[in-house]
């Protein structure tokens, strides 16, 4: 297991994807309506942190989460009973500009999922994708708009992982790469 970033970085890394949404934010005009929705598990807490730290005129408290566990492609791979969480998006979102926010992008297959939840819910006027880290290794046309950590220049192996830990869902915040095959996805 490597250590990408530690807890200093990853603040740095979600303080600069908060720079690059806000620069598009404020191109925009002044009465265009956002909301920031996470993808959980880490995007939810991501775009929390995103909204103490974006121009709160813009985003106005919206700020949701949303579960693409029964939206997944993979779902008969993940096991018997996935876990089902809740999606939070306490807004009608017809009509706004959503950034969608993820930990890591790779194949693009959570993202689309995300994108058809997002559907169901209601018609956006436009989504944008912000991510933490672009790992590479895409498999649908799916590009983001804002990266904070691109890595997709380092042809990473599918069995090397990339591991975003934050708090309070995890003991420490951190990004992390590992093999597949290490034990507990290489949690220690």
């Given amino acids: 297991m490597r250590l990408l970033a530690d807890e200093t970085k990853v603040a740095s890394l979600i303080q600069d994807l908060a720079k690059a949404i806000a620069g598009d934010v404020g191109k925009a005009p002044p009465s265009e309506p956002w909301a ?11 775009a929390s942190r ?3 730290l974006l121009p709160t005129q813009a985003f106005d ?6 579960d693409i566990t029964l939206y997944r492609d ?3 791979e993940i096991g018997p009973q996935p876990v089902v969480r809740t999606t939070d998006i306490p807004f009608d979102i017809d009509g706004l500009n959503i950034v969608l926010v993820d930990d890591v992008l790779m194949s693009g297959r959570s993202v689309r999922a995300a994108l058809q939840s997002l559907m169901d819910l209601g018609r956006p006027k436009r989504v944008w994708l912000s991510v933490l880290v672009d790992r590479g290794g895409r498999e649908l046309p799916i590009a983001p708009e804002h990266v904070a950590l691109d890595m997709s220049d380092q042809n990473l192996s599918r069995q090397e992982l990339v591991e975003v830990r934050l708090m309070p869902a995890d003991d420490r915040d951190a990004l ?3 093999k597949a095959d290490e034990p507990e996805g290489g949690r220690q």
């Fill in 36 to 46: 920031l929705v996470g993808i959980r598990s880490r995007g939810d807490i991501i």
């Fill in 50 to 52: 995103l909204a103490k």
């Fill in 61 to 66: 408290g919206r700020v949701g989460s949303l």
């Fill in 74 to 76: 993979d779902l008969s």
């Fill in 176 to 178: 992390l790469i590992h």
